[in-house]
């Protein structure tokens, strides 16, 4: 069988015609960067016409034809989430590629890097077995409250664990944030302390996470940071901090409330570095990968959760060290490049092919990135990464993002458009 490639401009680069990965069918042969490549390379692409068409690819085309992908006016409460996280998916975008490409039955459906659980919430929505996994643990443990039972009770109980926390008198700080004192006023790291230590000893297995988050997303709030995405310390009212504790236990259990569906089959959530996974320790048959990656040089999930990271208990920095993309590493003595994303990849992908089932699709929504001014094309090294790992191309689709969408530090990397990649296990 053949490929049938769904051409967009990306691969008219002049790079992917000098890899020879050059596409079979073209739909946008005006772009002029099409033309100079074909002008420089004396390339005369054909469509080869005794060739079988690969009837998967087509249909799933068609399917993504049907979508307007940009899902501009999203507002659905998913959207919203429990707990801030940078990069995440709209929810409709996992939704509509689980509901094209669909999921063998007796596999689950796995994100690699789960971040805060969107997609793996979409296929619990649907009753499918998932595996989630992410470095992060205040990712994961986003995505195991978001997917996790419904806490009829959870702002009575933040309520009580404030009352008895404000009597006690924590000497404990994290280690792990130099300076304190620059980023936490006195009495505002007392507090902290206090219901850290409150929530340990009083919440139980069943609410603990749950107050852990709640607690993880009044940090920055009562910080001295400006915002979650602007690190200085600036002077600004810091307000209660065990009544924003309160406030936001209480929309954590109205957000569970609220969700329309029954949150089984139970995730199986992995907080791990995924290039240190082994086929056994995930333990199922995946018919699904669908993910976000993290791009080289474009976003510090480590940093944008530091604070929250150490007050928890955990090293933000032992984090930052095996954080795909992070761009501290393109900024220390031994700068990553490209390459190293696409080393990673291969990991990945080396790791996709021993879970995955045969004719598997794996969906990789994904977008450029700027490495030392230079625009690096994630898509290309993506399916350089599937083609040695017995994953074929099936379609490259554009989609545009959302001028709105702040998620995304433009200065380095080129957000208005993202690709979304599919691949069929051989
Ligand atoms: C684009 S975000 C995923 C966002 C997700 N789609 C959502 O809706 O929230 C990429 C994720 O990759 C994770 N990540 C980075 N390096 C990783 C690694 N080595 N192993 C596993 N996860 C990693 C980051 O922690 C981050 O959560």
């Known amino acids: 069988m053949y490929r049938v490639i769904i051409a967009t401009h990306s691969y008219f680069r ?13 739909n946008n042969s005006k772009l002029p960067e099409y033309n100079s490549a074909i002008e420089k390379h004396k390339f005369k692409p054909q469509i080869p016409i005794d060739l079988p068409i690969d009837i998967d690819a087509m249909k799933i085309k068609a399917d993504f034809d049907s979508v307007d992908w940009s899902f ?14 940078p990069a995440k998916f709209i929810p409709e975008i996992p939704r509509e590629i689980i509901s094209i490409l669909g999921v063998p039955k007796g596999t689950a459906v ?30 994961c443990l986003i995505t195991r409250v978001r997917t996790g039972s419904k806490m009829p009770g959870l702002k009575d109980i933040a309520q009580e664990i404030s009352q008895k926390a404000t009597r006690r008198k924590e000497l404990w700080r994290p280690q792990n944030v130099p300076n304190l004192e620059h980023w936490f006023k006195d009495s505002v790291a007392q507090s ?20 852990r988050l709640a607690l993880s997303r009044i940090i920055v709030r009562v910080s001295n940071q400006e915002s979650d995405t602007r690190y200085a310390a600036i002077e600004k009212p810091q307000g209660n901090v065990y009544r924003h504790f309160v406030l936001a236990a209480e929309e954590i259990e109205k957000y569970l409330e609220l ?16 290039l240190d996974l082994t086929a056994k320790k995930i333990g199922q048959q995946v018919g699904l990968v ?21 007050w928890l208990g955990w090293d ?31 990991g990945l992908f080396a790791l996709l092919k021993t879970i995955t089932v045969k004719d598997a699709h794996a969906a990789f929504v994904v977008g450029d990135s700027k490495i030392k001014g230079k625009i690096i094309d994630n898509g290309i090294l993506l399916r350089m990464a599937a083609k040695e790992n017995d ?36």
């Open 259 to 274: 969700r329309n569906w029954i949150p089984k089959p139970e995730p199986n959530i992995i907080c791990h570095d995924i």
């Open 192 to 211: 902290l302390a206090n219901i850290v230590k409150e929530i340990s000893v009083s919440a139980g297995p069943i609410f603990g996470d749950a107050l």
């Open 14 to 26: 002049e790079r992917l015609i000098q890899d020879d990965l050059f596409p079979i069918s073209y």
């Open 316 to 346: 933000p920095t032992a984090i930052k060290r095996k954080e795909i993309g992070s761009r501290s590493h393109f900024f220390s003595s031994h700068p990553h490049t490209e390459f190293d994303f696409l080393r990673q990849m291969r």
């Open 391 to 426: 994953f074929n191309d099936v379609i490259v689709y554009p989609r545009s993002v959302a001028s709105n969408r702040k998620a995304f530090n433009t200065k380095y990397s080129r957000a208005k458009s993202e690709e979304i990649l599919v691949f069929k296990r051989r």
């Open 290 to 310: 669908l993910t976000s990656p993290p791009y080289p040089n474009a976003y510090e999930y480590w940093l944008y959760h530091k604070f929250r990271l150490a």
């Open 110 to 139: 796995l994100d690699p890097f789960c971040g805060s659980g969107t997609s793996i919430a979409e296929a619990q929505r649907l009753g499918l077995k998932t595996i989630g996994v992410d470095l992060n643990p205040i990712a």
């Open 72 to 85: 501009d006016n999203s507002t659905r409460l998913e959207s919203r989430g429990v707990h801030p996280y």
